[in-house]
């Protein structure tokens, strides 16, 4: 599969807990997003990277949101002392450089449960 | 910022007959609106998109319409099959900008 994936697929954990997960894009995408979908809703913006740099942070993305791509490939989410509230889908998504750079492909999510 | 709207929120037609979903969106900066097809636990793909400098965009039984004046945008499906059943999401954006804006959604339910 040459599509964007995440790992994990499913992440349960305890309240207060920190987690991290992983996205690797489509290998020839320089661009790579982070989106929550909660139930019933549309996936919400988080923060944006071309290649390392992280241009864009939501204010939806408190101080216990953490998201890197040190070397511009795969990029990590962490969330620090979950909260009840922070249960959602998390998808990643990627899009080349070009013409076609407002195009983005998601992969499958990480569906994060807190206890 | 952007906001959008969608509606309906559900829609439930029969097998063979048009669907059609609106969606108004705030930022007349937008010029790039992409739908996405979201079935049940997984990925949101993308099954249409339509920029600013044209005003219908047709791909087999999916047609797009936009009208920039309005600031609406609405996606048809027609002949719609069981397998069209899943969760449409629009959206906008704009060339050079990265944030995209989804609606909240369409849960389309094509009845056999």
């Known amino acids: 599969d040459t599509g964007v994936s995440q790992d994990p697929r499913h992440k349960i954990t305890k309240r207060g807990q920190n987690v991290t997960f992983r996205c690797d894009p489509i290998?020839?995408?320089?661009?790579l997003y982070w989106y929550r979908q909660t139930l019933g809703q549309g996936p919400e913006f988080l923060t944006y990277?071309?290649?390392?740099?992280?241009?864009?942070k939501s204010r939806l993305l408190s101080d216990r949101f953490s998201a890197e791509r040190p070397k511009g490939s795969f990029s990590t989410l962490e969330i620090q002392r979950t909260e009840q509230g922070d249960s959602a889908m998390y998808l990643c998504?990627?899009?080349?450089?070009?013409?076609?750079?407002?195009?983005?492909?998601f992969g499958p999510g990480t569906r994060l449960l807190v206890l | 910022g952007e906001n959008v709207e969608q509606h309906p929120s559900t829609l439930s037609v029969q097998e063979g007959d048009s669907a059609v979903i609106k969606c108004t969106y705030s930022d007349s900066a937008s010029n790039y609106f992409p739908w996405y097809k979201q079935e049940l636990g997984k990925r949101p793909q993308l099954i249409i998109d339509i920029r600013s400098n044209v005003g219908e965009k047709k791909d087999q039984r999916i047609a797009v319409t936009l009208n920039k004046t309005a600031k609406h945008f609405s996606l048809h499906i027609t002949e719609t099959q069981p397998e069209d059943s899943a969760v449409y999401f629009c959206a906008a954006t704009s060339w050079g900008y990265q944030k995209v804006t989804f609606g909240t959604g369409t849960k389309l339910q094509v009845i056999p």
């Open positions: 290998s020839e995408h320089n661009r």
């Open positions: 990277f071309q290649n390392e740099a992280q241009l864009e």
């Open positions: 998504a990627s899009s080349p450089e070009g013409q076609s750079q407002e195009t983005q492909y």
